[in-house]
């Protein structure tokens, strides 16, 4: 959906390194999710942010941090990345008035060797 | 908090016949449940979704149907086509400390044979 984009794209780093993943989107909504996807889990939640100010954590937070620098932008951080958060991460938006009706970014896939 | 299951989790089936995914769901208190369409390379996209106090909603090939006293819901998908290959996933949506969350399942992996 080119209302909600994701950079980078796609990503390779090594253990140890620090990583940020960014999101922006058009669509003027307040809501903003992080999930992981991984073969056979299906998406689990990471963070949230239902507006600059507000931020909470999901179901699989540790070794993930968040920040939101506008109502359009969302950024993810690995902040020591290692192997088993080599995944899709994938963004999301949704209005106030409609909660659960999300959309979805493109994913940035990031291998960590 | 809530958990979904989704099964099949791969269903191939011959083009123009239907498909068939099945959710079941563990809070009663879901009162929300969307279905997402993931084609390859792309995010998921809500294709339909249907509320606790309807039972049935069709949106011409797609349909869903809610048990709430078995808490399992359906995707039907009739005639199907080629381009309804793609991974599918099932959610339940549930209010909770004054948030509201939506809990995925894990994924039906659609192919359509020619």
């Known amino acids: 959906d080119a209302d909600v984009t994701q950079t980078p794209r796609n990503r390779i780093t090594k253990t140890g390194k620090r990583i940020m993943l960014e999101c922006s989107q058009t669509?003027?909504?307040?809501?903003m999710y992080w999930y992981r996807q991984d073969p056979g889990l299906g998406l689990r939640l990471i963070y949230y942010s239902f507006d600059v100010k507000d931020i909470n954590k999901g179901e699989i937070s540790d070794g993930y941090s968040v920040s939101r620098q506008a109502q359009a932008k969302f950024s993810l951080s690995l902040e020591s990345a290692i192997p088993n958060q080599t995944a899709l991460y994938f963004c999301?938006?949704?209005?106030?008035?409609?909660?659960?009706?999300?959309?979805f970014g493109p994913g940035t896939r990031l291998t960590v060797t | 908090g809530e958990n979904v299951e989704q099964h099949p989790s791969t269903l191939s089936v011959q083009e123009g016949d239907s498909a068939v995914i099945k959710c079941t769901y563990s809070d009663s208190a879901s009162n929300y449940f969307p279905w997402y369409k993931q084609e390859l390379g792309k995010g998921p996209q809500l294709i339909i979704d249907i509320r606790s106090n309807v039972g049935e909603k069709k949106d011409q090939r797609i349909a869903v149907t809610l048990n709430k006293t078995a808490k399992h819901f359906s995707l039907h998908i009739t005639e199907t086509q080629p381009e309804d290959s793609a991974v599918y996933f099932c959610a339940a949506g549930l209010r909770s400390g004054g948030n509201e969350k939506l809990t995925f399942g894990t994924g039906t992996r659609l192919t359509i044979i020619p």
């Open positions: 669509k003027g909504h307040d809501r």
């Open positions: 999301a938006t949704s209005d106030i008035g409609t909660p659960y009706e999300q959309y």
